[in-house]
């Protein structure tokens, strides 16, 4: 079973940045399109952005000129950079593959954002 794995999680200061990175751990996402979720404490999932095969990306309107989603298909790998980090973006970061109806999510990676 291909599974995706996320990194870069982590404690970081308001203000301060991450880049989280998303990898399957098989096969390649190049004509994938790619998606980070978040889901805080007590909150439903949500759409922070996506990238598609051809590089079309969009953000939610929360993170827009804060965030940035991009791909290195060369190493198979989807980012998130994470700048200015608010105490509201604390969340777990989910990672998501779609390739026609064929979706696939990563176990998540927590993000925690102190005020």
């Known amino acids: 079973q291909v599974q995706l794995v996320e990194s870069g999680g982590g404690l970081v200061q308001a203000g301060g940045s991450l880049r989280l990175s998303c990898a399957p751990s098989?096969?390649?996402?190049?004509?994938?399109?790619m998606g980070w979720y978040r889901e805080a404490p007590g909150k439903q999932r949500e759409l922070v952005a996506s990238?598609?095969?051809?590089?079309?990306?969009n953000y939610a309107d929360s993170v827009e000129g804060r965030f940035t989603i991009s791909r290195d298909n060369a190493k198979n790998t989807v980012y998130l950079q994470m700048n200015s980090l608010k105490f509201e973006d604390t969340a777990v970061y989910y990672c998501?593959?779609?390739?026609?109806?064929?979706?696939?999510w990563g176990q998540g990676t927590l993000v925690t954002v102190s005020s």
């Open positions: 990238i598609s095969s051809d590089g079309t990306t």
């Open positions: 998501k593959s779609r390739f026609f109806t064929v979706e696939r």
């Open positions: 098989g096969g390649r996402i190049s004509r994938n399109t």
